[in-house]
């Protein structure tokens, strides 16, 4: 996860990363989270729960 966070900041260079991960993927989340990605809300996707997490890439 780090390195695609890295990726994109500093070649694609996006104003947001968003990581969409499954309601029961905690391993997931602490790599999300690890990455300096925050928990910003829950939301259904193909009928099932997930986790939404963002961050700048400032």
Request: proline letters at 3%.
């Amino acid at each position: 996860m780090t390195t695609c966070r890295d990726h994109a900041r500093n070649v694609l260079r996006p104003d947001q990363l968003i990581a969409i991960i499954g309601q029961d993927n905690v391993p997931s989340q602490r790599v999300a989270e690890k990455s300096c990605l925050t928990f910003e809300r829950t939301a259904t996707y193909h009928d099932r729960q997930q986790r939404i997490y963002a961050g700048a890439t400032a």
